[in-house]
């Protein structure tokens, strides 16, 4: 069993746009990508650890726990051995509370890149290679979520230039969704079910173009 570790925040974790409600495993897209990569000989196991409202590396002053970097070390410990990390985050990062750029939500994001690589595995075990994925752009915050991300689609701007440049500079693989998929209407932050599909699907296309999983 091959095992994919996806740390993310509620675009990944499944929330439903407007609702408190979550997608079923099947329809979120770490197990739609689960699905796509299983078949013939090889067996692999996405593990989901996705948080709702999480940062790269900052807290949020109303709810403890969603600073990203806190534990991320040892929760690769935990999973280990891993042939893959799916690092998906920086939505957050541009909540109303906070004034960061995409140049800081960037740098956030390459910090936990590096504590991925120090993480104290066991002896033998491989250090992951990272994938790092910039999520869609912020639109129009709308509903019950518009004053957390007031502002949030305009200090978004340039995020997936400057994740594409800090993974040229740290060596690792980098995925740009809004290749692919696009915000919730209904939200302007969160994933419509047809577009965790669309995504999951993508992630394991490019999962297979990275080499890292093996048949046995």
């Not at 491989?126 to 639109?139: R, W």
Request: hydrophobic residues 40%; neutral net charge.
């Amino acid at each position: 069993m091959q095992q994919i570790l996806v740390y993310a925040d509620s675009l990944s974790w499944g929330i439903v746009p407007t609702t408190r409600q979550r997608l079923d495993f099947h329809r979120r897209w770490p197990g739609v990508m689960e699905n796509a990569l299983n078949g013939g000989r090889r067996r692999v196991r996405v593990i989901e650890d996705c948080l709702n409202g999480r940062r790269t590396v900052w807290e949020d002053p109303f709810k403890p726990g969603r600073n990203g970097l806190t534990g991320l070390a040892q929760r690769i410990e935990i999973h280990s051995p891993l042939s893959l990390v799916v690092l998906m985050l920086g939505t957050n990062d541009f909540q109303s509370m906070h004034p960061h750029t995409a140049w800081h939500s960037a740098q956030g994001t390459a910090t936990l890149v590096r504590a991925i690589r120090e993480a104290p595995i066991e002896p033998g075990m491989p250090v992951p290679p990272v994938l790092v994925v910039a999520p869609p752009p912020i639109s129009s915050p709308k509903g019950p979520i518009a004053e957390k991300f007031v502002g949030g689609e305009t200090k978004c701007v340039g995020l997936a230039d400057a994740l594409q440049t800090v993974c040229a500079e740290l060596g690792c693989a980098f995925f740009d969704a809004r290749r692919v998929i696009s915000a919730s209407p209904h939200d302007g932050v969160h994933l419509d079910a047809d577009q965790h599909a669309l995504l999951g699907a993508a992630l394991a296309g490019q999962v297979e173009q990275l080499g890292v999983l093996t048949a046995y």
